[in-house]
C-alpha cells in the first residue's frame, strides 16, 4: 500500500470541484440523483416502521405530541449527518463511502487502521445480519401470504412436495437472496431499475395507508399537546425516555447515508449525491411523520404502545378480510427493496477495502463488460447465506446480531464527521465542490447528538453495544495479521 499523508491532497479534487486528480474512473456512472435516492429510501424505510420500532417509541413517550416530536427530531439529525456527508463526497467520490473519508482522513504511513476496523464490522456482521434478517423477514411473509390462499394450503394437504419446498422460510429467503445477488452482479442498469420500482411501489403503499387513514373516520383524536405531559413523573424522567425514544428512532433512520457507497458510480457527483441525501431524508420524514400520525389516530397513543405489529392491526381493523394480505404484499416489497440497496451498496465496501489491502485484492476486481464488483458482491452472498443456514429460519437470531453491532454505527459516524472539522483545516474553502451550510453548527450538533446516541445504546442495551464492541476490536489482530510483510508485500 502506498503511503499516505493524513489528509492525503493528492486525492482532493481540484478548484471548481473538477474530477479527483491521479483517479479514473473505472466504475460506469449510471447513477443520477433520482437513482441514489431510491437507494436511501429502499434502505431506511425497511421493516422496522411497520413492527416493534413504533410501538418501543411509544412505550417511552406515550404521548402524541412526543412521539410525533422524536421521529421529526430523527429526521432533522440525519439531515444535519446528510449535510456532512454531502461535503465529503464531494471532495472524495469514491466507491465504499465511510469507508473510503475514514481512509483518506485517518491514514498515515500507510497504515489504515480506523477504516480496516469500520470495513471489518460492516463486512463480517453488520451489513450482512441486516441483508440475512430482512431475507428471513421477506420468507416468513412470503410465506404467510401463500398459506392464506386455500389452494395452496390444499396442496400441502395432499402432498404437492413442489408446494411444500417453495413455503419453507429457508428456501424462499435463499432464493431472495440468490436473485438480488444475481441482478447486482450481472449488471448496475438492473439492480437500479429494481431498485426505482421497488422503492416507488413501496413509497406509494405507504401514501395509500397515509391518505386512507387521514381520510378515514376513528373512534379516537390525536392530542398534540402538551408534548410531555407530566402526570407523577418530573421532567428529567420524561426527557430521559424521549432521549431513549430518539435513540430508537434514529436506529428506524439507519441508511440515510448509504448513497455516498456508490459515488464512483453517479452521474455528476458533485450535485446528485447532496441532491439525493436531501431529497431521500425528506421523503422518510414525512412518511415517518404521516404513518406514526396515523397510527396514533387509528389505535391510539395506547393502542401503539400494545402491538408488537402496528401496520398488521390497523390493516386487521381496516379490512378484516384481507388486511394480513395486503400488509404481507407490502412488507413484502420493503424487505426486497431494502435488501436490493444493501447488496447493491454492501459489494462497494468489500470492493474498496479490497483495493487497500493486497492479500484481499482478489476481490477487487471489476466485471470487464459489466464493470461490477462480482467477486466482492459474491463473498457477502457466502457471508449472509451463511448467517441464514445459522438461523434456521428463524429471524430472532440474525435481528439479534444487528442489536449487538448497533451502537459501534455511531462511533464511525462521529469519526467521520470529526474528519469533516480536520479536513476544513487543511483545505482552502474554495476548493470544496460543496460545502456545508451553516458550518461549524451542523457537524458539532450532530457530533453532540452522536455522543448522546452512543450514550444511550450503551443505557439501552448495554450488553449488546459492549459485546458489539469487542466484536470490533477482534479487527485488531487480524488488521496487523494482514499487515504482515508476508501478505503486505504480495502482489
Known amino acids: 500500500m502506498e503511503e499516505k499523508s493524513i489528509v492525503c491532497v493528492g486525492a482532493l479534487p481540484e478548484a471548481g470541484g473538477r474530477n479527483l486528480k491521479n483517479n479514473s474512473r473505472i466504475f460506469k456512472q449510471e447513477l443520477n440523483w433520482f437513482d441514489c435516492s431510491a437507494i436511501i429510501v429502499g434502505i431506511i424505510i425497511g421493516t422496522g416502521i411497520f413492527s416493534a420500532f413504533p410501538r418501543l417509541i411509544a412505550e417511552r413517550t406515550m404521548s402524541a405530541g412526543a412521539i410525533l416530536l422524536s421521529w421529526l427530531a430523527g429526521g432533522l439529525f440525519a439531515w444535519f449527518g446528510a449535510l456532512c456527508y454531502a461535503e465529503l463526497s464531494s471532495l472524495f467520490p469514491e466507491a465504499g463511502g465511510d469507508y473510503a473519508y475514514l481512509r483518506n482522513i485517518y491514514s498515515h504511513k500507510g497504515e489504515n487502521f480506523v477504516s480496516f476496523l469500520f470495513a471489518w464490522s460492516q463486512i463480517l456482521v453488520i451489513r450482512p445480519s441486516a ?15 401463500l ?6 394450503r390444499g396442496g400441502i394437504a395432499a402432498g404437492n412436495l413442489f408446494l411444500a419446498f417453495f413455503v419453507d422460510n429457508l428456501i424462499l429467503a435463499f432464493l431472495a437472496l440468490n436473485i438480488l445477488t444475481l441482478a447486482n452482479v450481472t449488471d448496475l442498469k438492473i439492480s437500479k431499475w429494481f431498485q426505482n420500482l421497488l422503492s416507488v411501489i413501496k413509497i406509494l403503499a405507504i401514501v395509500a395507508i397515509i391518505g386512507f387513514g387521514l381520510y378515514k373516520t376513528s373512534e379516537f383524536s390525536v392530542n398534540l399537546f402538551p408534548i410531555f405531559p407530566s402526570g407523577d413523573k418530573n421532567i428529567f424522567i420524561l426527557l430521559a425516555n424521549f432521549w431513549s425514544a430518539l435513540v430508537l428512532t434514529m436506529w428506524v433512520y439507519g441508511g440515510w447515508n448509504e448513497a455516498a457507497y456508490v459515488a464512483e458510480e453517479t452521474k455528476d457527483v458533485y450535485r446528485n449525491i447532496p441532491k439525493a441525501l436531501f431529497a431521500g431524508i425528506f421523503v422518510v420524514t414525512l412518511i415517518y411523520l404521516g404513518i406514526n400520525f396515523v397510527y396514533i389516530k387509528h389505535l391510539s397513543v395506547a393502542g401503539l404502545a400494545g402491538t408488537w405489529s402496528p401496520a398488521s392491526s390497523l390493516m386487521d381493523k ?51 463488460v459489466r464493470r461490477t464488483p462480482v467477486k466482492a458482491l459474491w463473498a457477502n452472498f457466502i457471508i449472509s447465506a451463511f448467517l441464514i443456514c ?77 459485546t458489539g464492541t469487542s466484536i470490533l476490536l477482534l479487527g485488531i489482530p487480524v488488521y496487523y495479521y494482514l499487515n504482515t510483510p508476508r501478505l503486505k508485500n504480495k502482489r
Open 147 to 152: 398459506l392464506s390462499f386455500s389452494a395452496v
Open 390 to 466: 445459522l438461523s434456521r429460519g428463524k429471524v430472532a437470531f440474525v435481528e439479534s446480531l444487528t442489536f449487538y453491532t448497533a451502537g459501534v454505527f455511531w462511533y464511525f459516524f462521529g469519526l467521520v464527521v470529526i474528519s469533516l472539522i480536520l479536513l476544513r483545516k487543511r483545505i482552502p474553502i474554495a476548493e470544496i465542490p460543496f460545502k456545508v451550510p451553516l458550518y461549524p453548527f451542523s457537524p458539532i450538533l450532530f457530533l453532540i447528538v452522536t455522543a448522546g446516541l452512543v450514550w444511550g445504546s450503551i443505557d439501552y442495551k448495554p450488553v449488546e453495544t459492549l
Open 131 to 145: 441483508i440475512a434478517a430482512l431475507a428471513l423477514i421477506f420468507a416468513e411473509e412470503a410465506r404467510n401470504l
Open 318 to 368: 381496516w379490512f378484516p378480510a384481507c388486511g394480513g394480505r395486503i400488509m404481507s404484499g407490502i412488507i413484502i416489497i420493503s424487505a426486497l427493496g431494502a435488501m436490493n440497496a444493501l447488496t447493491l451498496t454492501g459489494g462497494r465496501v468489500s470492493y474498496a477495502i479490497a483495493k487497500d489491502f493486497p492479500s484481499l485484492r482478489e476481490f477487487a476486481g471489476l466485471d470487464n
